[in-house]
């Protein structure tokens, strides 16, 4: 299981063992992925590109109380023993991302790693070779959560523009920085390697109205390339409102590389 489509309005829940972080559910949960996309069933489509060598070229989340969210997420689980863990965090503290450091902080390694691998496409061998898995696992949980309570902060020093497109899957992409779509078009996310030398990156696609982690795993990319592209197509189509496109290193920093936003206009 991984990270496929998951709504604020919904809950935040919590497993111990196999799954570290359920979030919240929308109705797009189920995928059907394509191309290279690493996760197999998928609520959206997407597809890494990888064009040919080239160079050149708002609506506000309502903030939501912290400790509400973690009280939808207990809501009605007084007999799932897999809750038993967060509801002792969660008097400790009502901010669910400490509660989430608390957890990871109490799994054994090998729980952890199922658990990393179940929100992420994050290969048990990968993980099992990282230097601190802890501290990988936080990190992954930082950015999952980043959004989730209030608006992100967008950009930052050093990350790079996102160049956003509507259509086309195949080829080069338009390095134009389009800001508002209409329709159900794929949109396609291109980014420019810069400095950067990996082979993937790690890729986090969230809606910011009513927050939906989208996408949130590894995408395979060609080093060499000025830039390469992810594209994203989601079953029912897009929902009117804004979005957010972040790109990151696929080591154990996950450092940001570049970042964007797009909004998707109600149809003409």
């Known amino acids: 299981m991984s990270f496929s489509g998951y709504g604020g ?60 969210l973690l009280e939808a997420a207990l809501e009605d689980r007084d007999d799932d ?10 008097r400790l503290s009502g901010d669910p991302s400490e509660v989430v450091g608390m957890l990871i902080d109490s799994l054994g390694e090998e729980e952890l790693i ?32 980043d959004g989730l309570l209030q608006r992100p902060v967008e950009g930052g020093a050093g990350v790079e523009a996102v160049y956003f497109s509507e259509g086309r899957t195949h080829g080069d992409p338009d390095l134009v920085r389009a800001e508002r779509f209409f329709g159900d078009e794929p949109i396609l996310a291109a980014f420019p390697m810069g400095d950067y ?13 009513d927050p939906k982690i989208m996408l949130f795993n590894h995408y395979p990319i060609r080093p060499g390339e000025d830039f390469n592209y992810v594209w994203l197509s989601p079953k029912a189509g897009w929902d009117p409102g804004e979005y957010e496109v972040n790109f990151y290193t696929a080591d154990e920093s996950l450092l940001p590389l570049a970042g964007g936003r797009y909004s998707i206009d109600s149809k003409p």
Not at 31 to 59: D, F, I
Not at 82 to 90: E, G, H, I, K, T
């Open 197 to 209: 030398e990996g082979d993937e990156v790690f890729v986090k696609w969230t809606r910011l109205d």
């Open 81 to 90: 023993p897999r809750f038993d863990l967060v509801r002792v965090l969660a």
């Open 9 to 68: 309005a919904g809950l935040l829940a919590f497993f111990v063992g196999g799954l570290l972080l359920g979030w919240w559910t929308s109705p797009d949960a189920g995928r059907q992925a394509t191309g290279p996309a690493p996760t197999p069933g998928a609520s959206v489509r997407a597809e890494v590109g990888l064009p040919s060598s080239r160079s050149g070229a708002e609506a506000t989340p309502v903030a939501q109380d912290p400790s509400a």
């Open 114 to 145: 199922a658990s990393v691998s179940s929100f992420t496409d994050l290969a048990p061998e990968k993980f099992k070779r990282s230097a601190d898995p802890k501290a990988l696992a936080h990190r992954l949980a930082e950015l999952a959560m």
